[in-house]
Structures are given as structure tokens and as C-alpha cells.
């Protein structure tokens, strides 16, 4: 059974940067699409960064562009994203899931079949 587990969250002030991690078990993920999303209170769940794990193609949310970057380390069944110059716009629950390759597009609208309970971000102005 595929289990995701995010864990990095926390309180930032605006501009901070935080780095969330997601641990995978119960697979090797090195062909899959890995996705961060996020949901605001009161808003819908958006994508917000993939990466296939293959061949390492990312994709980004324009929201988020040039502001965060996704990576992965094998070894470690571990995805990463690294959030810079956070915004109070970025507050959010942020969840890890995965997905079949075909999933990874700048769209986020594909299959996710794991998803993990989502790690806090909240940023102060």
C-alpha cells in the first residue's frame, strides 16, 4: 500500500522560504508523477509543482513560478519543493500525491491515486 508523508510545514513571515519533504513507502516511485497541491480555506485544491520521477520533467503552477522548484532523490523515495519569497497568498494545506506519468502535466487535472494527510504552511505579513 502506497503511503505518502509530508512533513516541513510551518509559520513563515512573507518572503521566508520553507522546504517540505515527502516521504514514499510501499513502491518505487522512480516511474510515477509526484505532485505537490495545496488548499486555502475556503478554496479549491490546486497543483501546484509535479516532477517526473524517470527523467525529472517539472511543472509548475504560473502562481508559483520561479518561486518554487520540485526535485527528488531516489535513494531516499523522498520529493521535495522548495518554496521561496512566500507570500501570505501561499497560506495553505499542502498535500503530496502520486500518480501515473501520464498525470504530470502543467494542468494537474490527472489521475492521483495516493495522497498523503498534508502539512501546514501559513505566512505572516
Known amino acids: 500500500q502506497v503511503q505518502l508523508v509530508e512533513s516541513g510545514g510551518g509559520s513563515v513571515e512573507a518572503g521566508g522560504s520553507l522546504t517540505l519533504s515527502c516521504a514514499a513507502s510501499?513502491?518505487?516511485?522512480?516511474?510515477?508523477?509526484m505532485a505537490w497541491f495545496r488548499q486555502a480555506p475556503g478554496k479549491e485544491r490546486e497543483g501546484v509543482a509535479a516532477?517526473?520521477?524517470?527523467?525529472?520533467?517539472?511543472y509548475y503552477a504560473g502562481s508559483v513560478n520561479g518561486r518554487v522548484t520540485i526535485s527528488h532523490d531516489n535513494a531516499k523515495n523522498t520529493v521535495y519543493l522548495q518554496m521561496n519569497s512566500l507570500k501570505t497568498e501561499d497560506t495553505a494545506m499542502y498535500y503530496c500525491?502520486?500518480?501515473?506519468?501520464?498525470?504530470?502535466?502543467?494542468?494537474?487535472?490527472?489521475?492521483?491515486?495516493?495522497w498523503g494527510q498534508g502539512t501546514q504552511v501559513t505566512v505572516s505579513s
Open positions: 510501499g513502491y518505487t516511485y522512480t516511474d510515477n508523477c
Open positions: 500525491a502520486a500518480g501515473r506519468p501520464y498525470s504530470c502535466d502543467n494542468t494537474f487535472s490527472g489521475v492521483f491515486e495516493a
Open positions: 516532477i517526473y520521477t524517470r527523467v525529472g520533467s517539472t
